[in-house]
């Protein structure tokens, strides 16, 4: 058996794979935090009532979600800049490349997570808020937009860990992640066994971590909500039993 602890402890303590766990953080973030947002503008036309809207948001979905990750990377750096000069410039990062092919790949399966949230809802509530004199605006953002995110909070959590692992894709783009620097150490060394162990051992941290963190988002924002209820059902009873205020009255 040819494994060698000191190269793997090596491997742990190295600058190379220290930096590419931030750039694989750095790149997780911002493409979920864009394909988010770019998952939420889909998921409000897929319920559009204009037709050419929804098939427009559906056409989207069904693209993205068909390409393979690594084929949509391939796309953005070594065939796009054929068509599309501007994409030739030194201006054009390996960063830019594997956000924007990441984050559009992950706005159509938030999309779909989203869209199921906004299904879940009554849309009594909707008529309901409607009926009380609510904007539209505020009746997504008061009624809807709260009860959505505790419904995808777990599915997109979920979604987010998917997504850090996929950062080991930008290798293609020459992206200095975790499994590009992995590999450039392979390169040199030849020792494969004890870095592929360092690099799994840092993703295994890293995904611990958020998880950790997923658990906590769930358990705060189940508490917040259950306050709510119970301060609103309180608030409630004394109404029902013509409290303080119809004393005043």
């Given amino acids: 058996m040819d494994f060698r602890v000191d190269i793997l402890l090596e491997a742990l303590t190295s600058k190379?794979?220290?930096d590419g766990a931030v750039a694989t953080?750095?790149?997780?973030?911002v493409s979920f935090v864009a394909g988010a947002a770019i998952g939420l503008g889909i998921a409000l036309l897929r319920n559009s009532r204009f037709r050419v809207l929804r098939a427009l948001s559906w056409s989207y979905v069904w693209l993205f979600r068909a390409i393979p990750t690594v084929v949509l990377l391939f796309i953005l750096w070594n065939a796009l800049p054929q068509v599309i000069p501007v994409l030739r410039s030194p201006d054009f990062i390996p960063f830019?490349?594997?956000?924007v092919g990441l984050a559009v790949n992950e706005g159509a399966y938030a999309a779909e997570i989203i869209r199921g949230g906004l299904l879940s809802i009554d849309d009594g509530q909707r008529l309901a808020a409607r009926a009380l004199g609510m904007a539209p605006g505020s009746v997504f953002r008061r009624i809807v937009a709260p009860q959505v995110v505790r419904v995808v909070i777990p599915p997109?959590?979920?979604?987010?860990?998917?997504?850090?692992k996929l950062t080991s894709l930008a290798f293609v783009v020459s992206?200095?992640?975790i499994m590009t620097n992995t590999q450039t150490a392979?390169?040199?060394?030849?020792?494969?066994?004890?870095?592929l162990a360092a690099?799994?051992?840092y993703y295994i941290v890293l995904v611990s971590i958020f998880m950790a963190g997923q658990a906590w988002l769930e358990r705060r924002y189940v508490w917040t909500s259950q306050a709510r209820e119970v301060r609103g059902l309180s608030l409630g009873m004394l109404r029902g039993f013509g409290g303080l205020g119809g004393a005043r009255r």
């Fill in 199 to 201: 690099a799994s051992l």
């Fill in 156 to 164: 997109m959590a979920n979604d987010f860990i998917t997504l850090l």
């Fill in 186 to 195: 392979i390169a040199s060394s030849f020792r494969h066994a004890e870095w």
């Fill in 16 to 18: 190379s794979l220290r």
């Fill in 25 to 29: 953080v750095t790149l997780t973030i």
């Fill in 175 to 177: 992206y200095r992640e």
């Fill in 96 to 99: 830019y490349a594997a956000a």
